[in-house]
Each structure stands twice: as C-alpha cells, then as structure tokens.
C-alpha cells in the first residue's frame, strides 16, 4: 500500500508540472495541481502516524464476545 500512495503522489507531481508548464505557474489551475499533491502527501503522512494495533487488540476485534474483550460501563 505504501507503494501505491508514494506512485499516486508521483503521478500528481507529474501532473501538476505539465499543467504549470502549460498554463504558466502562476495559474490557478496550477496551484490547484500542486494543492492535489499536497493533499495526497498529507493524507500520506496521516496513515503514517496512525499506531499500529496490538496483538491483542487484534484478537479483541476478531473475538469481541471473549471475556478479556468485554467492556463495561460504569
């Protein structure tokens, strides 16, 4: 998956300098090409951060009726 984001990102690069060589880089359409690829590199960087889940919480997911998953409210 991480390869299929990093040649999503590449293929909006790509893009985006085509469109600002064709319109002018001051165009909007050019900066709305480059505010393409900056979402796709911020959305990159947010899957990055999220923590991956642990053994047990894994087992929780795949086991929610197990006793050591259950949770209570007060």
């Given at each position: 998956?991480?390869?299929n ?5 590449e ?19 050019c900066?709305a ?15 990055k ?14 086991n929610p009726?197990?006793?050591e ?6």
């Open positions: 998956m991480n390869n984001i990093d040649e999503i990102i293929k909006e690069r790509e893009e985006a300098r085509i469109i600002c060589d064709i319109k002018g880089g001051t165009s909007p359409e900066a090409a480059w505010d393409a690829v900056e979402e796709v590199q911020a959305e990159s960087a947010h899957k951060q999220k923590p991956k889940k642990s053994s047990f919480e894994v087992y929780c997911d795949n009726e197990a006793a998953c259950r949770l209570y409210d007060d």
